[in-house]
């Protein structure tokens, strides 16, 4: 299998023989960043623009920290200080930048298509770096490369998505990537935020969170995404930390074995209790550290790499 695309701008369109090679590629690059020497030159030469336009930690240095392991330049463009503020379009941003001779765009815009749109605006290539509630593609591939690396495989794994489901891109991008690699999906939270039209993805969907939790394999927990909602879609936080949050009692009715996974930033005390963050079951720190592989692979696959054979594996 090789690459051929010059953009990943979500998980849907991708054929899971290509998550594969995502997943593959990504594993030899966790394995360089093992080396004493960690960089490589795959982008030497390139330039890589990181152009967030909603706030971010984990996936802007994630990004940053990747495009600097390949060796690239990197841009950290500042939307606040920007002449966005003034009015300019962000194709005409973007067409500026690549006047600069920019290669690569990684986007995170509130609008969802706007990854798409700047592919049509650009010669270079597109990542989206989380499109609205639309796709977070790179979250959803360091999730299922957490899972794999962590249970051995996806197909037949028990998946429970839980919280805020319809404002969330990372629920739709993992449920994409674990549906096409054969996991079984159950998405749970009120059923304001999940609403039975998901099962068109083929997921299973549960309003009762001890049901869906007791044979689960592994447990994805999202925040409530107030910065996307029009309106109040349950009755509070401490309501829905009762309902619905993973505090130790019912954590107590899981499998022994199964994975707590978070794609930040946390909410403790309302989607997840402190002590389950930190504790033992959960992988929330480890998927950080995979981004950072997952991203640099998106990066080197989008710049026309091989494969996971090109680093020696
Ligand atoms: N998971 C995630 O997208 O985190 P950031 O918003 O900090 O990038």
Not at 171 to 190: E, F, Q
Request: charged share 20%.
């Amino acid at each position: 299998m090789t690459w051929h695309r010059r953009h990943l701008l979500d998980i849907e369109s991708l054929a899971p023989e290509e998550i594969l090679l995502v997943l593959d590629t990504a594993r030899a690059f966790k394995a360089v960043g093992q080396r004493a020497i960690k960089k490589v030159p795959a982008l030497r030469g390139k330039t890589v623009v990181n152009l967030f336009i909603e706030p971010s930690t984990r996936t802007r240095t994630s990004f940053e920290l990747a495009a600097v392991r390949l060796s690239a330049d990197v841009i950290n463009f500042n939307a606040e200080a920007s002449s966005f503020k003034k009015g300019e379009t962000l194709k005409d941003t973007a067409r500026n930048l690549e006047a600069l001779n920019a290669d690569i765009f990684i986007i995170r815009h509130s609008a969802a298509g706007a990854p798409h749109f700047l592919a049509r605006c650009v010669a270079g290539s597109v990542v989206n770096a989380g499109d609205g509630a639309h796709e977070h593609p790179t979250q959803a591939l360091l999730d299922t490369f957490t899972i794999r690396e962590k249970k051995g495989r996806i197909a037949g794994l028990n998946v429970v998505i839980l919280g805020d489901i319809l404002y969330s891109r990372v629920a739709r991008s993992n449920i994409w990537a674990l549906t096409k690699l054969g996991a079984h999906v159950t998405l749970c939270g009120p059923s304001t935020l999940v609403p039975r039209t998901f099962e068109q993805l083929g997921c299973r969907v549960s309003h009762n969170v001890d049901d869906a939790i007791a044979s689960a394999d592994v447990i994805n927990l999202l925040r409530i995404q107030h910065e996307r909602q029009r309106k109040t879609m349950f009755p509070g936080i401490g309501e829905y930390a009762s309902l619905f949050g993973l505090n130790q009692a019912r954590l107590a009715r899981t499998r022994p074995e199964v994975l707590i996974m978070h794609p930040g930033p946390i909410n403790r005390g309302v989607e997840i209790d402190s002590e389950i963050a930190d504790g033992g079951r959960s992988v929330i720190l480890e998927q950080v550290t995979n981004g950072l592989a997952v991203r640099m692979a998106a990066l080197f696959l989008i710049n026309g790499g091989q494969g996971p054979q090109a680093l020696g594996e």
